[in-house]
């Protein structure tokens, strides 16, 4: 099956820790994004890669982190910097080469206890 | 002025009614748009892409493209109770921009049995 895949489903936090969400594609695709979504609201881009070994910075990327260095993997730090990371995160990858639509994970609710 | 604007709802409409969706964007060089429902709790999933202005239709669902007025709205023919979602509008901005594909803060559909 081609596809995106997130994991955990579900994570928690505590205080002062930092966590990585994984998200994996097997669609051939070279971009991949992290979105931060919150309760009734819309998406926000934390960061994005174009190709391996290269990543940028979106509209909220502090207290993030990521990688780049398999075309297939796209993980996200939340550092302990993150102060509010409560919230549904969602991994993405675009088909450049057709439609330049993105396909999203199932993504990964992460909780602060 | 945000980017891309929807009402936030929540619209009802009774099943088998048809559900209109508006969307407005600012940037008048986008080339292509995407609306995607979302389940309460899961993540989104693609309904329709539409690159040229007119009408574009897939099964029960239209989108339609007015580039002059910079309008997309996506109208849902015979409502059914499954068809209660978040429904978000996205475009992809100029090509050569650096900028990423942009998304509404959604709208919320209910369809009443």
């Known amino acids: 099956d081609g596809g995106i895949t997130q994991s955990p489903k579900y994570l928690f936090r505590k205080e002062g820790q930092n966590v990585t969400l994984s998200c994996e594609q097997n669609?051939?695709?070279?971009?991949m994004y992290w979105y931060r979504q919150d309760p009734g609201q819309g998406l926000r881009l934390i960061y994005y890669s174009q190709i391996v070994n290269d990543f940028q910075k979106g509209d909220i990327a502090e207290g993030y982190s990521v990688s780049r260095e398999k075309k297939e993997s796209f993980p996200l730090t939340v550092t302990s910097a993150q102060k509010n990371p409560t919230a549904f995160y969602l991994c993405a990858s675009r088909d450049s080469q057709s439609t330049d639509t993105q396909y999203f994970g199932p993504g990964t609710r992460l909780t602060v206890l | 002025q945000k980017e891309v604007e929807q009402n936030s709802g929540p619209l009802s409409v009774p099943e088998g009614a048809i559900a209109s969706l508006n969307c407005t964007y600012s940037d008048r060089g986008s080339q292509s748009f995407f609306w995607y429902r979302q389940y309460s709790g899961k993540s989104p999933e693609l309904i329709m892409f539409?690159?040229?202005?007119g009408d574009k239709e897939d099964g029960r669902f239209t989108a339609q493209l007015n580039k002059a007025s910079q309008y997309v709205s996506l109208l849902i023919r015979d409502s059914q109770p499954s068809d209660s979602a978040t429904y978000l509008c996205a475009v992809n901005p100029p090509m050569g921009s650096a900028r990423q594909l942009t998304f509404g803060s959604g709208t919320q559909l209910t369809v009443l049995p």
């Open positions: 669609l051939n695709h070279d971009a």
């Open positions: 539409i690159y040229s202005n």
